[in-house]
């Protein structure tokens, strides 16, 4: 099959979870024997190569900020693909879905996967939220088929829209756990740390983490490892939350590679605050690397987790301030939840069990069967 990815910032992935689960649903395509195009914003591939890992990158003009980004870039990729000759264009997450039923009109099947309800995002405005619910509709009608990466997701989706909605989940490319080598040049050891990744995002609850921290009674430091894209316009968040922070708190930046993976590997434990998301990359990465994890206790985090970490009440720093003390105190309760999810997770969200899965989707748009 020859398939476009569009609706990402590009490959190979940096920051963002959606580019990495796409960069795992790509390069798993290609070795299976399909030609996989993915759409590029021109300033997160500043080398511009024209392919990687055997996926063919495609640049179209877009405008580098937080309103028009999404939009432009979008509707230059997808006005590209119009004219080449693709089995399937699958649009990922929900802004470019408004522009779902242009293939269609030229003979490509479309499908839309929805990475999380952008609505319920806080970073944008009222009105832009208001729009994000509305781009919904042409996701759920406008499309061949709509799917989402979260059983919660699914639920709201048919209820509301009353639509056949598939459960093609979040993946990624699980790694190995790796001894404390590079996290020493940063002054830290294994289990002597609670670890934080994400972008830093009001979505993402970074907030009640940092207040909850500075009640914890621990010599263990916090680390946060994330930041904000280009163009968030959310520079001053980020000075309140840096303000937030005591003397423990590390702000490392984005963090990538081996350097990640040991940050994962070694920590006492993973939090995920979230306030709303669709399925956290960062969360299955943690199960996968054997930390302690605790989570907001939204229903997509809840999923996701099952009975292998800690959930606290969603934006009470007070209730994940008694948590961290209690597991800092009783570390055997950390031990006993270590590494138990680490096969189901990769039962459940492993790159060959979601690619099946999605080309079983691909081939029933295209009336293929196996």
């Not at 740390?193 to 940092?210: E, S």
């Not at 970490?309 to 961290?324: E, H, I, K, P, V």
Request: proline fraction near 5%; hydrophobic fraction near 40%.
């Amino acid at each position: 099959m020859k398939i476009a990815m569009i609706g990402i910032k590009g490959l190979p992935a940096t920051w963002g979870g959606m580019e990495r689960i796409v960069e795992a649903m790509s390069i798993e395509l290609v070795r299976r024997g399909h030609e996989v195009t993915v759409y590029c914003r021109p300033y997160y591939v500043p080398d511009r190569r024209s392919e990687y890992e055997g996926v063919r990158l495609v640049y179209t003009p877009t405008i580098n900020s937080k309103h028009l980004d999404v939009a432009v870039s979008s509707f230059t990729s997808i006005m590209h693909c119009l004219w080449r000759d693709y089995d399937i264009v699958h649009i990922h997450s929900i802004p470019p879905a408004i522009f779902a039923g242009l293939p269609r009109l030229f003979g490509k099947k479309t499908i839309v996967q929805v990475h999380g309800l952008i609505w319920t995002d806080v970073t944008w405005g009222p009105f832009i939220r208001l729009l994000m619910k509305a781009f919904e509709y042409p996701a759920a009608y406008w499309s061949n088929m709509l799917a989402t990466v979260s059983e919660p997701a699914v639920e709201y989706f048919r209820a509301r829209y009353g639509v056949d909605v598939k459960f093609i989940t979040s993946t990624t490319e699980f790694r190995e756990p790796r001894p404390p080598q590079k996290i020493k040049d940063l002054g830290l050891d294994k289990d002597g740390y609670i670890l934080f990744v994400a972008r830093l995002t009001p979505q993402k609850g970074l907030r009640y983490l940092l207040e909850a921290f500075r009640k914890v009674r621990t010599d263990k430091k916090l680390v946060i490892a994330g930041d904000v894209d280009p163009g968030d316009g959310l520079d001053d968040y980020v000075r309140e939350l840096k303000a937030l922070a005591d003397e423990r708190t590390m702000f490392l930046g984005w963090v990538y590679g081996d350097l990640l993976d040991e940050l994962y590997t070694n920590a006492f434990a993973f939090v995920l605050p979230s306030e709303t998301e669709g399925l956290s990359v960062s969360l299955l990465e943690a199960i996968n690397f054997g930390c302690g994890v605790i989570v907001s206790d939204i229903p997509e985090n809840l999923d996701a987790l099952q009975d292998y970490g800690f959930s606290f009440r969603n934006t009470d720093a007070d209730d994940l301030a008694a948590l961290l003390q209690r597991l800092v105190d009783h570390p055997e309760l950390v031990e006993e939840k270590r590494g138990r999810g680490r096969e189901y997770v990769r039962r459940r969200y492993g790159i060959g069990p979601v690619v099946d899965s999605l080309e079983e989707a691909y081939r029933e748009m295209l009336g293929r069967g196996k």
